[in-house]
């Protein structure tokens, strides 16, 4: 019989107890659902509180259909969290510790039972190991309690993380990619109810895609970690076949000299091939970045961050912030404990992201993380807070600053202001031509967007090693925002056509550039939706293909 992991089966008949008190007592609000669940534990004299998803799973497991409960009770036990906010749920698993990365970056711990540059007590490595780093139990799992905290788990976007992902053996890796298919493609409300543990496995990582074309949760973007150094022709071919299309390059700065110091083993060179290479294929691109590296002060560090967004042979779509942070198991610390390095404080990282958010930000893009969530029993020295962004955002707001990332500007649970407008950002990159199509309303709070290329071989008439892609506009990414939405439901924003007129304006802007077609790289989870708007032909890569003349 299932249970969730975390779930206090000991208490179970407690909690069966409570819920029949609840629904009894009717509670209008949530302040008053507390209280008369903190009076009926007091009264059993548990020293046990529980979660309002324990409460709902069992309503879920033995009320369901057997007693009228009334739906705003049942919305009280329903905590939605900003979590599914952009559109999606996101969720992540984690490769196994085993052979996760071969380098020695002085700043990287050195742990046994976490992969590289992780560590075990962060709380999504904890989730991992309770799963013995399996991905179909770290998804199945992780989707329950999305789906008992009240978020819709029907589109996933799922980041798979654990040291250099492209170093693991392939066999591996297509069997991890498997598994992580195998879970979503479970029926995860028939799990809840019925407790039933037998699970049908696809025969392959094919017939695993195929079913989740039709999944009730369907993978609609697929990430991966690793380093710019490990990516060329034959590694992007593997990763389109897993389902890939984002890649997370571990850059962490464009300073040769600093990159030689930190002992990375590659030069900025191999981030310019790595983003020309993943943008014409087109995936998306984040960028690890690493303020306060040994070798960088602060005016080199706002200089790398403005090369990243002015050189054209960078301009990720994402970054991450991972400010460098002196932990234990490193070199950083024993040269931190030598005297050799000082780390970077939080005024220093406050002023160099008020800066950074003030004259270099684009609309373009988005800030993913500012900060890494450590313990201090992973610091050496703990410098600067884990809740830095909420003294970011009251420094912002004291100064006046707007910042135009895509993060920033996302319209959430937020009121759209009329009227709507659609803008077009055009910007070089990598050779190539840049369109950003912007849905905004007049607040200039963001809606959705796509990124369309025209890749570099395509405006030099020159061949590619995808000879399907030869002559084609690549859609790289649509993302409609707001709270995330069953598919079989209108929001107010998702569902309501902003996709379709995007691609629509994609198509006019390729037409403009002469090309007779164009070409998505869609997930696994999205092509019944592009196949609906005529992207019917599957071409080598599987990306998806239109034809526009």
Known sequence: MYYPSTYPQKYDQLLKDLFLFLIKNSPKGRKKLMSLIRGFIDEKKENFFPKLWQIYFVYLRYFKNKIKVDKDFLNLLRVVKIRSLSGIVPLSVFTSPKNSCPYNCVYCAFNSDAPKSYFSDEAAVQRAKR??????????????????????????????????FSFYDKKYREWFVKRVFD????????????GKTEFKEAKNLEEAKKENEKAKSRMVGLTIETRPDWINKDEVLFLRYLGVTRVELGVQSVDNEILRIVRRGHTIDKVFEATKLLKDTGFKVTYHLMPGLPGSNFEKDFQNLRQVFEDERLKPDNIKFYPTQVVKNSLLADWYQKGIFKPIDEKYLLDLTLKFKKEIVKPWFRINRLVRDLTKNDLVVETFPSNFRQHLEEKLKEEGIRCLCIRCREIRSKKIKLPIKLNVINYKASDGEEFFLEFVDQDYQLLGYLRLRIPSYVLKNESFFIKDLEGCALIREVHVLGFATPLSKKGKVQHQGFGKKLIDEAITIAKKFNLSKIAVISSVGTREYYRNLGFKKVVEGEYLVKYIW
């Not at 139990?137 to 980041?159: A, M, N, T």
């Not at 479970?186 to 799990?191: V, Y």
């Open 131 to 164: 799963a013995n780093f399996d991905p179909f139990l770290q998804v199945q799992d992780r989707l329950i309690q999305f789906y008992l905290s009240g978020h819709p788990i029907d589109k996933v976007e799922l980041i798979i993380q654990g040291g250099t």
């Open 183 to 194: 879970g979503l493609n479970t029926d995860f409300e028939k799990l809840i109810i019925e």
